[in-house]
């Protein structure tokens, strides 16, 4: 056989160079978060939140591509607490007197330890222009709107490729559907509401709790109710019809307090712009449910008070007042 010339064995080496192709069709991280929108809809037209409620806002993925399918994960229970994935959650912020936006810090809670770690089991394909609903993985009830002025909230929604509560990777050979896919992470453009507190909340103490000596509550600790608003507002005393005051300790240096003698229904109230009403604790309006408060050890707590309010939902309307410091002696 005749040797081949050395100039053509580069011409025949060409073609086969071109069409090599290891990956074919892969993403980047890059495309997939230039693609893929986290899109807020908010429920009602007005952006406003009244102190001690949420607002309704919910999320959708959507893949803005008109050429790339790319793959996500349907959330799953823990995702809002990024035990599984994708991590869905919002964070907020909050702007101050010097017009900067602030972090808002989020409110602890707790929840079972069982969770739908199989997120594998949870992917699908979205096709360019679909979308994915995302509206019950998303809970703005983990902040405390409680003091007015303007909020923002921001969506996200994170792809991490763990494989649990301990936050390691899980190998690619785990990750179902998804592996080779990059990690990726989407926010949401901020949507801002406006917190109003039409009511306010003022605590006064009226004496010291005492060590071993029980009192009444009432005697210790005065709730007024103030309308700051500029419309009339409906009020109501103690009772078991949704109105209500919770009177919490940061130190266990008291008993906790159960209110008793709770009447089936409150007396109402209605308030004038600037008018105040006390509720707990002393005069003509305030209930008559009262409970048993005794010190436990010498020292001074902090005492948190809420006075609630029914509303049309589920949800309860809750508002808080400033923190005040209670002395309990010997």
């Given amino acids: 056989m005749r040797a081949i010339p050395a100039a053509l064995v580069g011409l025949l080496l060409v073609p086969i160079m071109l069409v090599a192709d290891p990956q074919p069709g892969a993403v980047t991280k890059e495309q997939i978060e230039a693609d893929l929108k986290l899109v807020p809809f908010v429920v009602g037209k007005e952006r406003i939140i009244e102190a001690g409620t949420q607002p309704f806002i919910h999320f959708k993925l959507v893949n803005t591509s008109k050429t790339r399918t790319h793959k996500v994960v349907k959330p799953g229970d823990g995702s809002e607490v990024g035990w599984r994935d994708p991590w869905v959650h919002v964070t907020a912020e909050q702007r101050t007197v010097e017009g900067k936006w602030s972090a808002m810090q989020k409110l602890s809670y707790g929840r079972c330890k069982l969770f739908d770690y199989d997120w594998p089991k949870d992917v699908i394909e979205l096709k360019p222009g679909e979308e994915l609903v995302l509206k019950d993985w998303y809970d703005p009830g983990h902040w405390e709107f409680q003091f007015p002025g303007k909020v923002r909230l921001i969506g996200h929604y994170e792809y991490r490729a763990v494989g649990g509560k ?165």
């Fill in 166 to 330: 301990n936050g390691k990777p899980r190998p690619d050979a785990e990750r179902g559907a998804m592996a080779g896919v990059p990690r990726f992470a989407i926010h949401s453009e901020p949507v801002e509401f406006t917190v109003v507190r039409p009511l306010d909340v003022r605590v006064k103490v009226k004496k010291s709790l005492k060590v071993g000596v029980e009192m009444k509550a009432s005697e210790v600790i005065e709730i007024t109710v103030t309308n700051t608003s500029d419309k009339r507002q409906t009020v109501g005393n103690v009772s078991q019809n949704g109105y209500g005051v919770g009177i919490g300790l940061y130190e266990e240096l008291a008993t906790q307090l159960a209110f008793k003698n709770v009447p089936v229904y409150s007396e109402l109230k209605f308030l004038e712009p600037g008018e105040t009403v006390t509720v707990f604790g002393g005069g003509a309006f305030a209930s008559s449910a009262d409970g048993p408060w005794k010190g436990l050890k010498a020292g001074t707590t902090r005492v948190r008070v809420s006075y609630s309010i029914p509303t049309n939902s589920s949800a309860t309307h809750v508002i808080h007042g400033e923190d005040v410091e209670i002395r309990v002696v010997e």
